[in-house]
């Protein structure tokens, strides 16, 4: 494991609505100055948004939701986290398997009472195995975003790192819907490919038994010009916008856990044990 200085949340330079840190205006983080970010996450965002078109989206539908790539428990697949480092994250360095303890940790101290948000907070950020697995961090990392409409305004980078996508320019695609009707429901909407989808579906594969506002948490707790920008609230129904306040709760743990005070791992995990046996119990296939 490499031994670096671990900085705030990078996520919070691209998101000029957050609020206030313990050492941070959002106003600083909206007037980053030009050149301050890191060349690796400016390249990652790059090749995510030329690369991620429809068809490419359902190539990876394809691929990986047969879940036929490997079979390990949920606590086995956090712990192998340990060798990923998130190219999308120029600030915080330490291995995901932290963040994921932190987040569910922090969850738990909010709300006492609801085992399963616990549990997903401890495994929201698991699907990211597949870079384990050879898939690029391009598409396994990061916010996500529609693909088959026009991209908004409010995704990261996205003046000047989607001219080389074909989509952008297909006529079908990049109107205010494209291929979708109005208020078709997020479920019908294909987002980039990511961590988010990935992990959703193995839980729907596995038959797992998170409440539906967890799976949403999970599903589209990268999707930031929605949950916090407000943008394609044209593709959604009356239930997406039931939930999206549960996704705006998971999100303010996802951002504001992560400290230079790393958690006790071994101490905590038999507590976490017992949540993965009851909602996602034994081996399971991804």
């Known amino acids: 494991m490499r031994v670096v200085s671990i900085g705030p949340d990078p ?3 691209y998101r000029p609505n957050l609020m206030k840190t313990g050492t941070k205006e959002k106003e600083d983080y909206r007037n980053f100055e030009p050149g301050s970010l890191n060349d690796r996450i ?5 090749l995510m948004h030329i690369n991620q078109t429809l068809d490419f989206v359902k190539k ?6 047969s879940c036929n790539h490997s079979r390990m428990g949920m606590m086995d697949a956090i712990m192998c986290l340990d060798q990923l480092v998130d190219e999308s994250d120029p600030d915080v360095d330490f291995p995901n398997s932290f963040h994921a303890f932190q987040a569910a940790e922090g969850i738990r101290q909010a709300h006492p009472d609801k085992e399963w948000f ?3 907070g401890l495994i929201h950020d698991v699907g990211k195995i597949m870079a384990l697995w050879g898939e690029p961090q391009w598409a396994v990392v990061g916010d996500t975003f529609p693909v088959g409409c026009k991209f908004q305004n409010s995704i990261v980078f996205r003046d000047n790192t989607f001219l080389d996508n074909p989509d952008a320019k297909n006529p079908s695609y990049n109107t205010e819907y494209g ?3 109005p208020n078709c429901e997020l479920d019908k909407v294909l987002m980039s490919w990511g961590h988010d989808e990935y992990l959703y579906r193995v839980l729907k594969f596995n ?8 799976l949403y948490m999970i599903r589209f707790h990268s999707f930031y010009p929605w949950h916090s920008h407000g943008d ?13 306040p549960w996704v705006q709760e998971f999100n303010k743990f996802d951002l ?4 230079t005070d790393l958690p006790d791992i071994d101490k905590l995990k038999p507590y976490y044990q017992t949540l993965i046996d009851k909602y996602c119990p034994g081996i399971l296939k991804w």
């Open 179 to 181: 291929i979708y009707g």
């Open 207 to 214: 038959n797992c038994s998170i409440p539906e506002e967890g």
């Open 256 to 259: 504001y856990t992560k400290t």
């Open 11 to 13: 996520s919070l330079v």
């Open 232 to 244: 394609y609230m044209h593709l959604c129904s009356d239930k997406d916008k039931q939930m999206l």
């Open 60 to 65: 990876k539908h394809s691929q990986w939701s």
């Open 42 to 46: 400016f390249r990652t965002y790059t």
């Open 118 to 120: 616990q549990l997903v």
